[in-house]
């Protein structure tokens, strides 16, 4: 299958930084990208979808302004949780699906990232 | 998409099989059901899917209902690798054009 990347894989920052995580899909194009968030011995929760080129189309309660998305590439999304607190504190997981017609179904399958572990402070 | 029904909870001994039930009686014609799976600390991963007809893969066998209203995921032989929470989710059409839902799954234990 596709493998898709996230970077970082954990980060720890101080309350009312910023961070950024990076979601990339190695080997297909991804037109679309989720980003869902899971907290302990919870399931995991949409926040957005973002198509590339495009803004990011968010989940209800999930504050835009503090969850900034850039999907500026065909193989690259970028959360930002701006002004994180320790709410903030999550696992970050990103997917990524492709949309391209006759190149086998696995292109329109949803990938997921490995996760980035967010503990703020 | 349409709502699934799963046991919180499964526990199995290593190298045993493993038959992980889903109830979705709300399912629709076009619904194909899906199962993915969820190690500890990553990301989801997919298992296996299907429409109608039971499925074989190598990680994993699903058997559907004839009513379509339930299906079992069957690990053939747990190992400790398998522990995970697996999640079963509906989505109309085969891969579908709406991000994938998540309910709260079933955590297996796996025991050596």
């Known amino acids: 299958g596709a493998v898709v990347s996230q970077h970082p894989s954990w980060v720890i920052c101080k309350s009312g930084t910023s961070v950024k995580i990076e979601c990339r899909s190695l080997?297909?194009?991804?037109?679309?990208m989720f980003w869902y968030r899971q907290f302990p011995k919870q399931s995991l929760m949409l926040m957005a979808t973002?198509?590339?080129?495009?803004?990011?189309?968010?989940e209800q309660g999930v504050e835009k302004d503090k969850f900034l998305i850039n999907h500026a590439s065909l193989t690259l999304s970028t959360l930002t949780v701006t002004s994180a607190h320790p709410e903030d504190s999550s696992f970050y997981i990103c997917?990524?699906?492709?949309?391209?017609?006759?190149?086998?179904?696995?292109?329109?399958?949803?990938?997921f990232g490995p996760g980035t572990r967010l503990t703020v402070l | 998409d349409a709502k699934t029904t799963q046991p919180n909870s499964m526990e199995s001994n290593e190298e045993e099989p493993v038959h992980l039930p889903c109830n979705h009686s709300?399912?629709?014609?076009?619904?194909?059901i899906h199962w993915y799976r969820q190690l500890p600390s990553q990301g989801p991963e997919y298992v296996i899917h299907?429409?109608?007809s039971n499925v074989n893969n190598r990680m994993a066998s699903l058997a559907i209902a004839e009513d379509r209203k339930s299906s079992t995921l069957i690990l053939h032989r747990a190992t400790l690798r398998d522990a995970a929470v697996y999640y079963c989710?509906?989505?109309?059409?085969?891969?579908?054009?709406?991000?994938?839902?998540f309910g709260k799954g079933t955590r297996l234990s796996v025991i050596a």
């Open positions: 997917s990524a699906r492709g949309g391209e017609e006759g190149r086998g179904s696995s292109y329109n399958e949803q990938f």
């Open positions: 080997d297909f194009q991804a037109t679309t």
């Open positions: 973002s198509n590339e080129g495009s803004k990011a189309t968010y």
């Open positions: 709300t399912i629709s014609g076009t619904d194909y």
């Open positions: 299907g429409l109608t």
């Open positions: 989710i509906l989505r109309a059409g085969r891969w579908g054009n709406t991000p994938l839902v």
